[in-house]
Structure formats: structure tokens, C-alpha cells
């Protein structure tokens, strides 16, 4: 889990249990897409063709290990679309916990 | 390949970089916002075309139904448009749109395609939906050009061919944005030929893009550490969820929102490097190109000379062909020697005849000049 109901409370967002798990599942199937989006942002066709193969195969430990090896600031990516999402979610902090 | 639309000049690749920067980057909240700068940097024509973009704000807890509807107004001609205001309805996309007409403009209003809502909030809108809905309004802004170009109704163009250049301009604004072309969405107005690649058909597979940022997500540190922060933030205040203080708050969302500009900044100096690559590979393989057709120039080169004649052979052929070529002029200057001889034998006696007559004439001329003294002078005595 990426998001807590405390970092929701830090942010003036307090929302019941059953609020605060739907708006934390929302928030990582969100950033889930968007990191798949950038990963595949950073690779060429060729590359993608594999990913998608091992995707197809549902091989997780190779999947993951073929981003290590060719997306080399995944890393990098992940953490930013985290900032971008939470930043979001300051932003529309009122909005939520209205 | 694109095609530019009549007047239209095309967006510098730096504005249109920028463009697809801020696409990568848009949100709900900000979405109209950016609309709303992209649009004045599409170039009046000299019909001045007037666009507007109505409020698309979103009802909270809407079902998803709900379609803000956005004017487009269209210059009205004069010699083919009736004076009275009035209105038409018509399907556009199996919705109700209407045609509005007065007297001093057409103003097609038309619903954007419905958003989804969850949990009574407005669900920020997937890349895949942003492109869509700026495919949707890149088409309108493009009909609208298109229409004051060709002086045809909006109502028929609107009916016609709006559906083919959303498809078009949608296409296009992915593959610009998958191969990091800057001839992005103006240029892509009116592409002849576009199509979508596996890789762009996958990324518009929402449950793919998920497994593969959830992977993602499993395997890089940052969540694990803002997992942990997560939970020393509530080790450190130890308080209940309803006690933060409002500074804190504050505070906190001053940080997020800091935080994610920085972000969303390198994020977009990721796109712009991509892109660059991209652009220098293109160029590389540009280069390839041309040493292949150098080379392929060459080796042609190289076979016509090997079945020109060469050496020795070569020598003899230059002799033979200046030889043939003073034969030709010698016999050239005698016949022109030959034609000037006869032609003055023929032409003696005429000028002999004309230098008689010229003397005789002269003569003549003469007796009358001293016949007219004579007379002057006996009429002065």
C-alpha cells in the first residue's frame, strides 16, 4: 500500500473507512496506469513487443525484471508519478473532504 | 504524412513540444485551462474564426451522463446565409446538437463525450480519455477552419466529416505522442494517413497499463519509502485523523503540491530527452539512408565506366570523332566558299544596273540643285 489514511488526514481528507479504502484503491489503480503508461513511454517498439509478451505469460519476476533492465529510471518514474498524484490529491483536498 | 489546411501555417516544433508536454501532464482540473491556452495559438484566418469553449465543469456525483455541451461559432456568410436567427436540432454522434444561426454568426452546440464518475468524485480523466477529449475539440476547432475555408454550411460539415477528423486527429495526436513528433495535432489536422501501432493499442489497454505500473510499482524503492514515511508521519504525530492542526494541514499540502511540480517537471524533461532521441535516431537513420544511396550511386558510377570505352580505345575514338569533325567543317567552308562565288557571279549585274541608276539619279539631282540657283538668282537682281 502506497497511501495511508493518516497521509489522507494530513492533508485535511478524513473520510469514513469505507471512503478512505475506495479513494486509496482509486488512488493506486490511478498511479498504476499512469506508471504503466510511462514505462511503456520509455520503450521502444521492440522493447514493448517483449514486455507485452512477458505480460501475456504472467511471468511477474521476469516482467520486473525486464523493466529493471530496460526502463533505467523506472525508478525515477515511479516516484515522480507519485508526486504528481499526491500533489493532485493536495490539490483536490477540500473537494474530498467535502 | 500531414497536410496542412489551406492558411493554416504550421506550429513551430517548439510550441507544439510544449503542447504535447502539457498533454502528458494534464489533469481534470486543469484540462480546460489548457484548452483554453492552446486555442488562441491556432491563427485566426482572415475570416477571423471565433471559437469558444463553454464550462465543462462537472457535476459532483453525476452518473456519467452528464455531456457539458461546448459552442463553437462559426463566421456567418453574408451571401448565402438568411438574415433571421434560427435553430436546428440535429444527431451528432447519436446525441441532441443544435445549429444556431443569426445574423451575425453560426453557432454549432455539440455534447462532449460523458465522463466517468465514481464514489459521488469526479474521477481525473485516463491519458486515454484527455487525448480523446482533445481529439474531439481538435476536430471541432478544425472543422471550424475548415468551414470558413470552404464556405459549405457548418451544419453539413458538422454532419459529414467531424467524425473522420476526430478519428484523425485522435490517431495522430498518439502516434505524435508515441514517436515524439512535434508535428503534433495542428499538423495533424487533416492527416492523410495515420494508424496506431501494437504499442499504442496497448497503452490505450487500461488493465495492461495497470499490471504493468503495479510491477513496476512492486520493484522500484520510491513507494516503499513513501510507505514509510507514511507511517513515521503517524508514529511522529500520534494523533487521531480529526486532529490536525490547520496549519499542519496547510503545510503538508504546500509540501504535496511543491512536490509535485517538481515531479511533473522532470517528468516532462523526460519527454522532452525521449523525444530528442527519437529525433536523432531518425536523423541517424536519415544519414544511413543517404550513405546507402551514395554508395548504391557509386557502384552505378563505377558500371557505366566500366562499359565506357577506356585506354588506347579511348584515344582512337576521340581521334576518329575530331577527325570526322574537321572533315565535316572543311567540307562545311568549302561549300559556303563555292556558294558566296556563285552567288556573287549571280549578283554583279544588279549591283552594276543599281550603281548606274544610283550616279544617274545623283546627276540629276545636281542640275536641278544649279537650275533652282539660277532662277534664285535672277529673281534677286
Known amino acids: 500500500m502506497i497511501l495511508y489514511k493518516e497521509i489522507l488526514a ?69 516516484k515522480d508519478e507519485t508526486d504528481i498524484l499526491l500533489g493532485e490529491l493536495a490539490d483536490d483536498a477540500d473537494a474530498l473532504a467535502a | 504524412m500531414t497536410e496542412q489546411l489551406g492558411n493554416i501555417p504550421p506550429a513551430s516544433p517548439d510550441d507544439l513540444q510544449a503542447f504535447e508536454n502539457k498533454i502528458n501532464n494534464l489533469d481534470s482540473r486543469s484540462f480546460e485551462t489548457e484548452i483554453q491556452d492552446f486555442l488562441p495559438a ?20 453525476s452518473t456519467g451522463e452528464a455531456a457539458p455541451a461546448h459552442a463553437y461559432s462559426l463566421p456567418e456568410e453574408p451571401s448565402t446565409t438568411p438574415a433571421a436567427a434560427s435553430t436546428e436540432k440535429f444527431d451528432w454522434f447519436d446525441k441532441p446538437a443544435t445549429l444556431s444561426r443569426t445574423a451575425s454568426e453560426t453557432v454549432v452546440t455539440a455534447p462532449l463525450p460523458a465522463q466517468s464518475h465514481e464514489g459521488g468524485r469526479h474521477r481525473a480523466p485516463r491519458r486515454r480519455g484527455v487525448l480523446a477529449r482533445i481529439g474531439d475539440l481538435g476536430a471541432k476547432v478544425s472543422a471550424t477552419l475548415q468551414e470558413t475555408q470552404d464556405r459549405r454550411s457548418a451544419r453539413d460539415y458538422v454532419a459529414d466529416k467531424l467524425e473522420g477528423a476526430e478519428a484523425k486527429v485522435r490517431a495522430g ?105 527519437i529525433r536523432t535516431e531518425r536523423a541517424a537513420q536519415g544519414a ?29 575514338t576521340a581521334a576518329k570523332q575530331e577527325a570526322k569533325i574537321n572533315l565535316m567543317q572543311a567540307e562545311h567552308a568549302l561549300e559556303l566558299d563555292d556558294f558566296n562565288s556563285q552567288t556573287r557571279e549571280k549578283v554583279a549585274p544588279h549591283y552594276a544596273r543599281a550603281n548606274h541608276i544610283a550616279t544617274k539619279n545623283a546627276r540629276r539631282q545636281s542640275n536641278l540643285t544649279a537650275l533652282r540657283m539660277k532662277a534664285a538668282k535672277r529673281k534677286a537682281a
Open chain 2, 288 to 316: 544511413d539512408l543517404r550513405t546507402v544511396q551514395q554508395q548504391e550511386l557509386q557502384a552505378l558510377q563505377a558500371k557505366q565506366a566500366r562499359k565506357a570505352p577506356s585506354g588506347r580505345r579511348a584515344i582512337i
Open chain 2, 173 to 277: 495526436a498518439k502516434i505524435a505522442k508515441e514517436t515524439g513528433e512535434t508535428t503534433m495535432i495542428l499538423a495533424s489536422f487533416g492527416a492523410s494517413e495515420v494508424h496506431e501501432s501494437m504499442k499504442t493499442a496497448w497503452k490505450n489497454n487500461k488493465g495492461k497499463l495497470k499490471t504493468a505500473g503495479k510491477i513496476a510499482l512492486g520493484v522500484a524503492v520510491a513507494p516503499i519509502v513513501l510507505g514509510v514515511e507514511g507511517a513515521k508521519l503517524a508514529a511522529r504525530t500520534g494523533q487521531e485523523a480529526s486532529r490536525f492542526t490547520s496549519e499542519q494541514i496547510t503545510a503538508t499540502r504546500i509540501s504535496f503540491r511543491k512536490r509535485g511540480l517538481e515531479a511533473a517537471q522532470r517528468k516532462e524533461h523526460r519527454a522532452e530527452e525521449r523525444a530528442q532521441n
Open chain 1, 10 to 78: 494530513s492533508l485535511g481528507i478524513n473520510l469514513d473507512d469505507e471512503k478512505s479504502a475506495a479513494l486509496i484503491q482509486h488512488f493506486e489503480e490511478t498511479l498504476q496506469e499512469r506508471v504503466g503508461t510511462e514505462i511503456f513511454e520509455a520503450l521502444d517498439d521492440d522493447q514493448a513487443s517483449k514486455l507485452i509478451t512477458l505480460q501475456q505469460g504472467d511471468d511477474m519476476k521476469a516482467t520486473a525484471e525486464f523493466i529493471k533492465q530496460n526502463v533505467p529510471d523506472y525508478e525515477s518514474i515511479v
Open chain 2, 42 to 61: 491556432i491563427p485566426a484566418t482572415s475570416a477571423e474564426v471565433h471559437v469558444s469553449v463553454g464550462s465543462s465543469t462537472p457535476t459532483a456525483g
